[in-house]
């Protein structure tokens, strides 16, 4: 399903179309003005824009790069009531993908439509086939390389992205390597533990203030917001977030701004956001403890994350990984492991996952001291008695 905005000034236009685009399982916005139409596309960031030439506040022709230049970079596809070569010859020019000529036919429509939406859909494919930049991430098994897939397809588009999992799958590493990857690249990467905000203080930390807004205000202060503009906002443990933060952050989300506390005007922040969550929304969303409209809002792309237990012989690569890191941070030879050792790894469940196997390894690195030889005997002991009691 693809994302489909039209711009036109005649409504029984705007609406026909749309009714045709929805009939081809595809969604669809209208609007009647360019200032209309822009906000539209800062909301619904369409895959493709049907754009009259003629507008009330402006020229369509003239608006085609500047909202090519518009994160997801939609192709656009004029429309015209004034069907001389002339119009057809400026629409190409404009780097419009396409014209049609009022009165509209289904054909007419459908077939651009259709053509312009398979190339974008292929040029998306070949950009997840790209080699990654995913430094942290250790794996190549099939439930990795799925998740990987959709980091490519992800970090291609504009659309907010999920990431679901258990506490330690590296559900942040996933996120940075989105935007990693992105072409949000080169600003910043702002991280907000949501559940780490404290209540007094959500505000504040992610709006900002102005000096002396409040007691101990001595200087203004930028918000997290501000800092993410351009980049991306990574917001950790999102379903952690108070209700009434929650419809605040949506309406950030929606209107790409907001006041800091104390100001009397709006700032502009315009960031990609990524979340992450190790709890069921879904389920917080029926109970009323999560905002179904911001879980909707914060989905457009869903990953979830595979527990280690899934990741098969990913924990060899894991362990082999950290090992070698363990022993360039040590400046000795890498340690090797005897078979022992890696069927008790293999014989734990990892409720922790990779963050308790890193932190089990670094124990073992450290009991080990000087052997050459990592043995079972130098795992933490419960880790070696659930091992042993699933063996049995």
């Known amino acids: 399903m693809a994302k489909v905005l039209v711009i036109d000034d005649d409504k029984m236009i705007c609406d026909t179309l749309q009714t045709l685009i929805n009939f081809q399982g595809h969604e669809t916005a ?20 049907f754009l009259d030439i003629n507008l009330p506040d402006g020229s369509g022709l003239e608006a085609v790069a500047e909202m090519r ?26 780097d419009a993908w396409d014209y ?20 974008r859909e292929e040029k998306a494919s070949r950009a997840s086939l790209q080699v990654l930049r995913r430094p942290e991430i250790i794996g190549n098994g099939p439930e990795i390389l799925s998740c990987l897939d959709l980091v490519a397809k992800a970090a291609g588009t504009e659309a907010s992205v999920l990431i679901s999992g258990e506490t330690g799958t590296g559900k942040e590493l996933f996120a940075r390597a989105i935007h990693a990857n992105s072409d949000r690249a ?27 807004t409040f007691t101990g205000a001595d200087l203004a202060r930028e918000g997290l917001f501000l800092q993410a503009h351009q980049g991306t906002l990574f917001l950790d443990e999102i379903g952690e977030l108070p209700l009434e933060s929650q419809a605040r952050l949506l309406r950030v989300l929606q209107e790409q701004r907001f006041r800091p506390i104390g100001s009397t005007s709006e700032v502009e922040s315009r960031f990609r956001v990524v979340a992450a969550t190790n709890r069921n929304l879904d389920e917080m969303a029926e109970a009323g403890t999560f905002r179904r409209d911001l879980l909707f809002r914060l989905r457009g792309f869903a990953i979830e994350l595979p527990p280690l237990r899934r990741r098969g012989d990913d924990l060899i690569e894991l362990t082999m990984s950290q090992l070698a890191k363990l022993s360039r941070h040590y400046r ?16 734990y469940d990892w409720p922790g996952n990779v963050r308790e196997l ?10 080990a001291k000087d052997d050459p ?20």
Do not use: W
Request: a positive charge.
């Open 30 to 49: 209208g609007a009647l003005t360019l200032k209309e139409g822009r906000e539209r596309l800062n909301e619904m960031a369409p895959d493709l824009i």
């Open 69 to 94: 230049r518009t994160p997801p970079h939609p192709e656009v596809i004029i429309i015209t009531g004034e069907g001389g070569p002339d119009n057809a010859a400026l629409a190409m020019k404009s």
């Open 100 to 119: 049609v000529r009022k009165p509209l036919s289904m054909q007419a429509v459908l077939l651009p439509l259709t053509r312009a939406l398979q190339y």
């Open 186 to 212: 080169e600003k910043n990467f702002v991280v907000v533990d949501c559940a780490a905000l404290p209540a007094t203080l959500v505000e504040s930390i992610l709006f900002g203030h102005e000096k002396g």
């Open 332 to 347: 000795i030879p890498t340690k090797g492991v005897c078979p022992g050792f890696m069927e008790t790894l293999r014989g």
């Open 358 to 367: 890193f932190n089990a390894l670094g124990s073992a690195f450290a009991q």
């Open 373 to 392: 030889t990592l043995f079972s005997m130098h795992l933490p002991a419960d880790i070696r008695a659930s091992a042993k009691s699933r063996q049995v």
